[in-house]
């Protein structure tokens, strides 16, 4: 598929415009993807963080919404933050709330004039969420915005290969893979 490209990487290694995080909505920092991007960023990342919870977040960012900061010392320009569902208390939201995950953080990525994003599995680690159930969602949810926008490059970046293969078996029910 055009513009859509699959790997195994650590996201904050990615040489592109925005990478995404696993967030929680505390937007305060927290394990697997949420911890290696505060780490590889510094502290400019959580300082934002901060502004951006005593400004327009009081309450922290709700599920399934977006929003940026810098990148802090990583190669990217952006952290674009979003809060994935857990899956064992999304109930019947958590295809809808997984899905603008991935519409909100391409939206806030063309607001900010990206051309290229990284994504990981969103809410697929700590969260729980099927991988396999997943990955369709957030292919679904990524061909649909790019049906209306297709100047950004979208990575999926994976930590291993079986979660790779995982999602390529999945979206393949979905298409014949190009
Ligand atoms: N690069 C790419 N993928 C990674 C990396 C990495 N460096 N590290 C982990 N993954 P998770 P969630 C994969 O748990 O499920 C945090 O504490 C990982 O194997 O990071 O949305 C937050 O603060 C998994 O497949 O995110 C929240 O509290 C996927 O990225 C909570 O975890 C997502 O795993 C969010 O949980």
Redesign the pocket.
């Known amino acids: 598929m055009k513009n859509i490209n699959l790997k195994v ?4 290694q990615e040489d592109v415009c925005a990478v995404v995080n ?3 909505s505390s937007l305060l ?8 991007i505060h780490r590889a960023g510094g502290e400019q990342i959580l300082s934002e963080c901060k502004e951006l919870r005593a400004s327009l977040y009081p309450d922290g960012l709700p599920t399934g919404e977006a929003v940026a900061t810098t990148a802090g010392e990583m190669r990217a320009k952006y952290v674009i933050h979003t809060v ?1 569902p857990v899956y064992s208390s999304c109930k019947n939201r958590c295809e809808e709330l997984l899905a603008n995950c991935y519409i909100n953080s391409l939206k806030t990525a063309s607001e900010l004039k990206c051309h290229s994003i990284s994504f ?10 099927p ?1 396999d159930e997943a990955a369709k969602i957030a292919y679904n949810a990524v061909k649909y915005f790019l049906d209306s926008d297709n100047t950004i490059e979208v990575n999926f ?4 290969q079986e ?1 790779y293969n995982v999602f390529v078996d999945a979206i393949k029910e979905l298409e014949t893979w190009e």
């Open positions: 990487a650590d996201i904050t696993a967030a929680n920092g927290g394990g697997g993807v949420d911890g290696a994935g990981p599995a969103i809410s697929t680690g700590i969260y729980g969420y991988k970046v994976f930590s291993s979660s």
